[in-house]
């Protein structure tokens, strides 16, 4: 079976952007390749973080991998600071990082536009995602259109290291869906949906509750003119809208066309609303369970076993090549 890697940084509340441009493909994806999927606390922190926010957050986000449909039986489920080769390769990975292929990526610039002083960690950070990825020899990496740049570059120390001392890391390819990988604001569809946007009206919350997601889809922007067309140059607001629309029901985009024409923006936002809140309740009834029963600390245990033995023997097979004397 291929291996699949990805994670989900615990900072800010997840959204509907993530579950339909990610976790819905991690749980697609179990059934058919050996799937490592973590959360990354280790990244979250090259930010400053008030650690109760950040324990909160890390169970949080466990726990919803799990409410999305991820089987622990299936997949592996863990935490990035659970395994300590994360920062191991990570830091020998920094060694084989240029600054000038640090200094282009464009997260990085732009997180850091307009501070006065900015941490090494949000610098170098690319590096200990390569490391991520390549520690368990990774084959997909399910990316979206913002982490593609970070992924060439993990391709790029792969062959690095694999030219200086030998064949040691698979060359990991992308995955990317062709529908749905990247679903937008409501509030400004040519922006990611993201759960760092300061306007909480601009992204569904995963736990958000259903009178909140019918108010917050009710305000959500939508373009001149009245018609429900899919047309995301002319029409990007309401594409994005019918996207999500489809994501969340068994309809297709001509579908939807069909149904509301002539009928205008109204009837459509309020049948997308009830949509939506029937596609997140299963998961926030199924996300408390796992809350309350404390049954989210054995699934990470057992998942950073599973991960330790598979990390630590290529972290170990990569010292040895780099000339490290071995215990």
């Not at 920094?94 to 000038?100: A, K």
């Not at 259109?145 to 990991?172: S, V």
């Amino acid at each position: 079976m291929k291996k699949v890697l990805s994670g989900i940084q615990p900072s800010g509340q997840l959204t509907l952007g993530n579950y339909i441009g990610a976790m819905k493909n991690f749980v697609e994806l179990q059934h058919s390749h050996q799937c490592y999927f973590m959360v990354v606390d280790l990244h979250a922190i090259t930010v400053p973080q008030a650690p109760e926010a950040l324990k909160e957050q890390t169970e949080s986000v466990a726990a919803l991998f799990i409410a999305a449909g991820i089987d622990p039986d299936k997949a592996s489920v863990f935490l990035q600071s659970h395994v300590s080769a994360h920062a191991e390769l990570g830091w020998m990975m920094t060694t084989l990082s240029y600054m000038g292929e640090l200094e282009r990526m464009t997260q990085f610039k732009d997180k850091s536009e307009g501070k006065e002083s900015v941490g090494a960690g949000l610098f170098v950070y690319p590096a200990l995602m390569a490391a991520d990825i390549l520690l368990y020899n990774a084959d997909l990496v399910p990316v979206g259109d913002d982490q593609k740049q970070h992924l060439e570059l993990t391709r790029d120390l792969a062959q690095r290291f694999n030219q200086r001392y030998g064949e040691t890391f698979l060359i990991p390819e992308p995955y990317m869906p062709k529908v749905g990988a990247r679903i937008m604001s409501l509030d400004d569809a040519s922006k990611k949906m993201s759960k760092s946007n300061p306007n909480p009206g601009s992204y569904i919350a995963l736990l958000d509750p259903p009178d909140v997601i019918r108010k917050k889809i009710s305000r959500a922007v939508t373009d001149s003119g009245r018609e429900v067309k899919f047309d995301p140059v002319n029409k990007p607001e309401v594409s994005n809208l019918m996207t999500i629309y489809s994501h969340c029901s068994d309809m297709t985009l001509e579908q939807i066309e069909e149904k509301y024409e002539g009928q205008g923006y109204g009837s459509f936002k309020k049948d997308l609303a009830e949509q939506v809140v029937a596609t997140l309740e299963p998961l926030q009834h199924k996300y408390q369970e796992i809350r309350s029963s404390g049954a989210i600390h054995d699934i990470l245990r057992k998942g950073a076993r599973e991960a330790v033995e598979v990390a630590n023997s290529t972290v170990q097979e990569a010292k040895r090549k780099m000339g490290f004397l071995l215990p």
